[in-house]
Each structure stands twice: as C-alpha cells, then as structure tokens.
C-alpha cells in the first residue's frame, strides 16, 4: 500500500483523491501542475492492486516513476517501476510505461493478465499511440469486470472522452500563481528563419531560470548556439542527457512540445514561447507524410505558459503577437487524422477487433494506403494478419523496418538502427545473425516506393514523386531514400542511400492511356512509375477495357444536347433526389466496350446512355418537373437552379415566374442588344418596381422598341 497523505502533501489533487470511485470508468480532469499523474496512479492501486500508467514520452515515464517511487521511500523497481524501449525496471504495484509499450502488452496478451487497472494520461494530447490504448482498453473492461481503467485529461474536453467512455468525471482544480505575459511578435516567425531563432534566444536571457519552447530538435540546437548556459531537452536525447537536462543548473532550457505536460523542469519562473509545433501532415494524393511546422493551439500555448506559474508568480513571454493568439486553433489535432497509419493498422490487425472504439475515425482513404503497404510487405492477406504480419507487430518496430531487418537479418541492423533511432546490439539479438548488408539494399526493401532515378536536377521516386535531394551523398543515378519530407517548395529527400538499378524490382507490362480519346497500348520496362523503356502495342479489347475501368465520367465528351440532359439530370438528382440518379456514378460499361474495340470516345452517343441511367417509371414525369422549355425560352439548368434567359420585352404580362421540381424560374432579363437589364424570380414585383427605372433609361436608347409605361397592358 502507498501512504496517499505524504505522497499527496502539497499537491491539489489530494483534495480530491478520497472521491475517486471503486469502480472505473474515470475521467480525471485535472490542469498541469495538480500532482495527477503522481498521485491518482497509487491512488487506484491501492484500491484494486497492479497498475499500468501511461505517459506520452520516455522522459516523462522515467521522471515520474522516479518522483514516485522518492515520495514512497523505496527504490525503482520495488512497488513502484516503469518500462521504456530498451529499458525496464519492473514494480510491483505501479508500472509507468509509454503508450507504444503498452501496445506491445496488449498484442502479446489481450487480457492483460496480472493487471488490474490501466491509467493513461494525457489523453488530450491526442498522439496515435494513446488514442489506440484507450480503444484497446475499453474492450479489456467489457471482458473483464474487475478491470479499472481511467484517461486523465489536463484540458477542458474531459466531457467529450467521458460521454465516449461511459466515464464518471472527477475534476480538480489547479492552484495558480499569477502570471504576467508579454508579447514580443518578430516579423520571421512564420519563415523560422535564423534571425528568429537569435531573437528567442535574446528574449530567454534573464535573471530567473527559464523554459524556451521551439517546434524541434534543429530549433534546440540552433537556440543554444546563441547561449552560454543552457540545457537541451528533446526525445532524442538519451536517458542520461534527459536527465541532467531535468536535474542540472543551466540558467536555459531549450525544450521542444516534450516540456508541455507530464514533466517539470525544476527552478522554472519564466517561459519563452515560439508559438510553433512540429505536426505530421499527410498528402493524400502522394501517399506521403511529412512534419510541417506550424502554430501551436491555444491550448499548448495555454499549457506552456502555465509551466512558469507551478511555484509561484511567473513570467511568459510569446515571440508572437496577441492577434496571432487569438487566430491559433483552438485544440490540437488529433494524430490519427493527419498521420501515415501503417503502424496502427497492423497493431489493430493483430488485436483482430473490426469495431474498435476509437475516439474518432480515421481517414478512409489513409486507412486504405496503410492497408495496402502492410500487403506489399506480406503482413496483410487481405484484411487478415498474416504470420509473418504476427512478427511485425511483435517487433518494437515500424513495420517498413522491421520487415526489412527479418528479410535480412543482423547484417541489416546497423541500417535499421539509423532509421528507427535504436541501439545496434539490440536489433541484432532480434534476428537471425547474417553478414553486413547493403544500406541501400535494406533502405529499399523498407521503403521501395522511394526508390528513385535521377532526372535532370531532381529525383523521380518510384511511387511517382519527384523530389529534390538534400542530403551528403553526392548525385547517384539510383538512390534509395530513407526520408522524405513535404516541404513549401515540394517533397524534398533528406535522407538516402545510393542504390544499384534494381534489377529484381524491374516489371514488364502492358499500360494503356487515352490519347486523343482513344486507347493506346504500350510495353512498359518500369520500376513503378520509374519507366526505363516503352514501346508502342496494340492492345486486345480485354487489355483495352481493363485498362478503362477507372475511366471517370468527365473523360466523356458530350453534346450539347447531352450537357443539356445531364443539367436537368443533375438539377433532378439535386432538389428531388431518390430515384434520380446522380449520372456521374452511373453504368456506362457499353460506353466503355465501344472505346475498347477501337471506337473514339468524342464518337459515343452519350444522349442515348444518359437516357439509358433514367428511372422509371419515374422518367415519365421529367418533363413536367424539370422541362427544356417555358413559353419565352428555353431552360438553363447548369448552374443547378433553373435560368431563362429572355429579351424584357417577350415577358410582358407575365405575373408569376414558372416553377421547376418547386424551384421558382430566375429570369435574365435582357436588352434588345442581349445585355442584362435585371434578374428575378419575382416578376409582379420587378413590373411593379424596378421596371420603370429600366424604361427611363432604355427607351431613349431603344426607341424602336416598346418601353409601355404600364407593362400589364402591353400584352
């Protein structure tokens, strides 16, 4: 048992701690600074035995644990341990471990045996790897009623994980010391040019020991070349430079979003804010992700300038101006929606759940490029996990580097490690042992849609990217990159191996195209969209309609009479709905045959299969819902509502203006020369109104025709 009044003393939370409930679901909210992550973990271990708490990052695991396990009186490893990649100190009540572990417990064992409460923190943080925990975990307690689970949440939106939960919510409130907060904008922050990062560090120059906030670990760096005493803290770091980073004297620490939360930097009165984070982006079209530096949301800016209030009166000062603020987004964006999934897909496979609650939904299409690398590297068969998929996900590894090291063995690992940031030795008792390999080899083998072919002062990527190289390995024709990120300027290669033309990645096939609208055929020698040689074939119709089955509707050519129909087809489809046809996704496969054997598709009759796509017997009423023409003219329906456009004088005496599908007409009114003289769809009213503004000023200038002063009567 921990003793909660000495671990607690001092701390907010500890008002609240006796009103957790026996049972989970929980929700704790609590700000940074209130002690949660420190107390509420022995707190419910206490009541229901061993505990998994998670934290984000590594330091933060290691830093609490420690905290703990000091409050406690005992050593780590005893009640209280915790588990990093690489490192693991085993407790036997509390355990901190990072989401990315935690993943690796539940895959090996679902039930988490030995286990009797999970609580993740940091939940608004939002990053992938917490979000699938919390969805994981929420399976574990509907299969097990003695499971305690609980998400804490330093942020307002405990009521939106509480309602997806089915969570009671226990809330504390954060003792705050006053904090004055200054604005001091400069006109490159946007560009995060060097001039910028020379003014954080000036602004971060001062008596009190300060926190510097930048969006990475090149912002770190450059800051500190700008400062005598000063400490870095990044996740790249390793365990001993995090911790003198955490325990040293340094007047500076120069942090990225890794000081947000979770941690303290001891002696801190005073925080300089970028106003910058590191996100991950993805281009859908590409198929790539890429870290984009962008403003932080009001709430990470809100979290940071709270780390120099946690002792008493602090000072903050934003690199940003206050209308900058208030333009951030509000909230951070969640992971899930903006990073490559390929790791999490195969983490949900080898779970096996098809319904897994996740706070939100990813992208569709993200979801389908993961799907389809986890096939390419034999870790899907289908939508099944494959055995060699098992041993992917049991591997502390990306699946593009941990299907390369199996492939290859220990001669890959060195490789591996520059690519996954893990120690050689460690790789290497993961496989078989096997002589050094090739690094463009395994670079390839992990990546082989970025193998790439020099053209001209860029490189072509075999997923059909064309990217510019930056990175210290000369020109080679053939490369294989290892990092490619999206950039203002375009993809950019920041990190690559020289590579052989790849043989064995070299395929023959026939491709057809469009030209001219018609199919042309040609032998293909390509690496992906990497073609080395192509020759002109004449295709069969069967290679021809396989090459048009992903023919969109906007490659056939219509009339003008088929524009015409697919308008009220459309207008139809818009304002009535079931059972007119949205025409686009239609069934035009006889179109499509035609094109194969030979036929250009300018040539189709596509009245004839527009009219084909009608319902019925509802296609009897077309013409009275959405007919070609009214009296004066006739019906434009392409802009999606209905559109005459008619000579004023031809509209004499009309009082009403017609309606279509209950859309009232809009009438173009023109001059005798066709100009527009006024649109309504109120006719009565434009003749009792505007209209004599109009004669005043035609009549003189069309005096041929009849301008009457009173329109009703000039029938």
């Known amino acids: 048992m921990f003793n909660l009044r000495v671990i607690g003393e001092g701390l907010p939370v500890a008002v609240v701690i006796d009103q957790l409930p026996d049972t989970g679901p929980l929700v704790v909210e609590a700000p940074p600074g209130t002690g949660k992550t420190t107390l509420v973990p022995p707190a419910i271990a206490n009541m229901v035995g061993k505990t998994l708490a998670t934290a984000p990052r590594r330091v933060a695991v290691r830093a609490v644990a420690r905290r703990l396990a000091q409050l406690d009186g005992t050593g780590v490893g005893e009640k209280v341990g915790y588990a990093i990649r690489g490192e693991h100190h085993p407790g036997e009540l509390v355990e901190f471990v990072t989401p990315g572990v935690l993943l690796n417990r539940l895959i090996a064992d679902p039930g988490l045996e030995g286990v009797n409460a999970v609580v993740i923190d940091e939940v608004h943080e939002r990053q992938l790897d917490t979000d699938l925990v919390l969805a994981m975990c929420m399976e574990v307690a509907i299969l097990r009623d003695d499971f305690y689970l609980a998400a804490m949440s330093a942020t307002l939106d405990a009521r939106k994980f509480a309602d997806h939960m089915g969570a009671a919510i226990l809330s504390t409130e954060a003792v705050?010391?006053?904090?004055?907060?200054?604005?001091?904008?400069?006109?490159?922050?946007?560009?995060?040019?060097?001039?910028?990062?020379?003014?954080?560090?000036?602004?971060?120059?001062?008596?009190?020991?300060?926190?510097?906030?930048?969006?990475?670990?090149?912002?770190?760096?450059?800051?500190?070349?700008?400062?005598?005493?000063?400490?870095?803290?990044?996740?790249?770091?390793?365990?001993?430079?995090?911790?003198?980073?955490?325990?040293?004297?340094?007047?500076?620490?120069?942090?990225?979003?890794?000081?947000e939360s979770s941690i303290t930097v001891p002696g801190v009165r005073r925080v300089v804010d970028a106003g910058l984070s590191r996100v991950p982006r993805r281009d859908a079209a590409r198929a790539m992700t890429g870290l984009v530096t962008v403003s932080t949301a009001k709430t990470s800016a809100d979290q940071r300038a709270g780390r120099a209030g946690r002792l008493g009166p602090g000072s903050v000062v934003r690199a940003y101006s206050q209308a900058d603020y208030q333009r951030f987004q509000p909230d951070i964006t969640p992971e899930i929606a903006t990073s490559d999934l390929t790791s999490a897909a195969l983490t949900v496979a080898a779970w096996g759940s098809p319904d897994l609650p996740l706070v939100d939904q990813p992208p569709k299409q993200s979801l389908i490029d993961a799907h389809h690398t986890l096939r390419d590297l034999g870790a899907l068969d289908g939508d099944d996990i494959t055995g060699f998929g098992r041993k992917l996900s049991a591997l502390p590894l990306d699946p593009r580097h941990g299907a390369a090291l199996l492939r290859f063995g220990s001669g890959a690992a060195p490789t591996v490690a520059a690519l996954s940031d893990q120690p050689v030795r460690r790789l290497e008792r993961l496989v078989r042992r096997t002589p050094p390999v090739n690094a463009g080899e395994v670079v390839a083998a992990a990546y082989p849609q970025w193998v790439a072919k020099k053209m001209g002062d860029t490189y072509l990527l075999a997923s059909g990217?064309?990217?510019?190289?930056?990175?210290?390995?000369?020109?080679?024709?053939?490369?294989?990159?290892?990092?490619?990120?999206?950039?203002?300027?375009?993809?950019?290669?920041?990190?690559?191996?020289?590579?052989?033309?790849?043989?064995?990645?070299?395929?023959?096939?026939?491709?057809?195209?469009?030209?001219?609208?018609?199919?042309?055929?040609?032998?293909?020698?390509?690496?992906?969209?990497?073609?080395?040689?192509?020759?002109?074939?004449?295709?069969?119709?069967?290679?021809?309609?396989?090459?048009?089955?992903?023919?969109?509707?906007?490659?056939?050519?219509?009339?003008e009479s088929a524009q015409r129909l697919k308008d009220r087809l459309d207008f139809l489809h818009s304002e009535v709905g079931e059972p007119w046809p949205d025409v686009a996704k239609g069934d035009y496969s006889p179109e499509i045959g035609e094109v194969a054997r030979g036929a250009s598709i300018s040539k189709l009759d596509m009245r004839a299969a527009l009219l084909r796509q009608l319902p019925w017997p509802e296609a009897a009423k077309m013409d009275e819902l959405a007919p070609e023409r009214v009296g004066v003219g006739r019906i434009d329906y392409s802009t999606g509502r209905p559109i005459v456009r008619v000579k004023l004088q031809k509209c004499f005496g009309m009082a009403e203006s017609p309606t279509c599908a209950g859309v009232r007409v809009l009438f173009h009114l023109l001059s005798p020369a066709g100009r527009e003289l006024a649109v309504t769809d109120d006719l009565r009213s434009f003749w009792d109104g505007p209209y004599q503004q109009v004669r005043k000023e035609m009549r003189g200038r069309y005096p041929k025709h009849p301008w009457p002063e009173d329109p009703w009567r000039a029938i």
């Open 176 to 259: 705050t010391h006053p904090l004055t907060i200054e604005y001091a904008p400069h006109p490159e922050r946007a560009q995060g040019t060097r001039e910028f990062y020379r003014h954080i560090a000036a602004l971060a120059q001062h008596s009190e020991r300060t926190l510097v906030f930048v969006p990475g670990v090149r912002e770190v760096e450059l800051v500190g070349s700008f400062l005598d005493d000063w400490a870095p803290l990044h996740g790249r770091l390793t365990s001993g430079e995090q911790d003198r980073a955490l325990s040293g004297s340094q007047q500076v620490v120069v942090a990225t979003s890794i000081a």
């Open 465 to 559: 990217t064309r990217a510019t190289l930056d990175a210290q390995i000369g020109q080679p024709e053939w490369i294989a990159a290892a990092e490619v990120q999206l950039t203002n300027k375009g993809a950019v290669i920041r990190a690559a191996e020289p590579y052989e033309l790849p043989v064995e990645r070299v395929t023959e096939e026939t491709r057809a195209a469009l030209v001219d609208g018609s199919v042309r055929g040609r032998r293909v020698k390509a690496v992906g969209a990497i073609e080395l040689s192509s020759t002109p074939v004449k295709l069969t119709p069967e290679e021809a309609a396989e090459a048009l089955t992903d023919l969109r509707f906007e490659s056939f050519s219509l009339s």
